[in-house]
């Protein structure tokens, strides 16, 4: 069983998915996208969307250019910089995420669906739905809009730094990422208190004080 509208339906009226990606990386920005369907979903669309996780990069492109094209999704997109991740933390700067996508709909919703068990403060009701990217297809597009934008912006970044191979990992603590953050070090898009990135300015820090 893939996604349906249940949840939506339930709650009547203008109810937005909401989701991120990119909590996980060593470098780049969380994104969040925010996915209306003020008439429901089209029967043409439905098949198209499921947990981004779930979908090859091509199915993604796909659902996601489908969901440009179709002409009844309104869509928001947000993101929280390594700045505010390293300011707030990685959990609240996705809720900021979030909530700025939220906020930047055409339209005020008047109920939101959040992915996850935690709600970003909101000025409508909210309710978090554990696993929603796989259950509610408003959450699912919204995980599609996030996972492709932020690859986007990851090329894009890969362009001016190579040699983290961002083109193929996205920013993720793989093996070849991992060994050219040991090679030529972390720049100013990885985030300070991540994993490699963290053990690697310890480690700078403590041959600055010897």
Same mark, same amino acid.
């Given at each position: 069983?893939?996604?349906?509208?249940?949840?939506?339906?339930?709650?009547?009226g =203008?109810? %937005?998915?909401?989701?991120?990606?990119?909590?996980?990386?060593? #470098?780049?920005?969380? @994104? +969040? $996208? /925010?996915? &209306?369907?003020?008439?429901?979903?089209?029967?043409?669309?439905?098949?198209?969307?499921?947990?981004?996780?779930?979908?090859?990069?091509?199915? =993604?492109q %796909?659902?996601?250019?489908?969901?440009?094209?179709?002409?009844? #999704?309104?869509?928001? @997109? +947000? $993101? /929280?910089? &390594?700045?505010?991740?390293?300011?707030?933390?990685?959990?609240?700067?996705s809720?900021?995420a979030?909530?700025?996508?939220?906020?930047?709909?055409?339209?005020?919703?008047?109920?939101?669906?959040?992915?996850?068990?935690? #709600?970003?403060?909101?000025?409508?009701?909210?309710?978090?739905?554990?696993?929603?990217?796989?259950?509610?297809?408003?959450?699912?597009?919204?995980?599609?809009?996030?996972?492709v934008?932020?690859?986007?912006?990851?090329?894009?970044?890969a362009v001016?730094?190579?040699?983290?191979?961002?083109?193929?990992?996205?920013?993720?603590?793989?093996?070849?990422?991992?060994?050219?953050?040991?090679?030529?070090?972390?720049?100013?898009?990885?985030?300070?208190?991540?994993?490699?990135?963290?053990?690697?300015?310890?480690?700078?820090?403590?041959?600055?004080?010897?």
């Open positions: 069983m893939g996604p349906d509208f249940e949840r939506e339906s339930r709650h009547g =203008r109810v %937005a998915g909401v989701d991120e990606a990119g909590r996980g990386p060593l #470098a780049g920005p969380v @994104v +969040a $996208a /925010a996915v &209306v369907f003020p008439a429901g979903v089209p029967a043409s669309l439905r098949p198209l969307l499921d947990d981004s996780k779930k979908l090859s990069a091509p199915a =993604r %796909a659902a996601f250019n489908a969901l440009q094209l179709c002409g009844q #999704a309104e869509i928001s @997109v +947000a $993101a /929280a910089s &390594v700045d505010e991740i390293a300011r707030l933390n990685i959990l609240h700067a809720l900021l979030m909530r700025r996508a939220v906020l930047r709909l055409p339209n005020p919703p008047d109920f939101v669906l959040v992915d996850g068990n935690q #709600a970003p403060r909101l000025p409508c009701p909210v309710e978090c739905c554990v696993g929603g990217d796989a259950s509610s297809l408003s959450i699912a597009a919204a995980s599609i809009v996030a996972k934008v932020r690859d986007r912006v990851m090329a894009r970044l001016r730094y190579p040699a983290y191979g961002w083109l193929a990992n996205a920013g993720y603590g793989t093996a070849a990422h991992r060994a050219a953050l040991h090679r030529v070090g972390p720049c100013r898009h990885h985030r300070a208190a991540f994993g490699t990135v963290r053990m690697l300015r310890s480690v700078a820090r403590a041959a600055e004080a010897d």
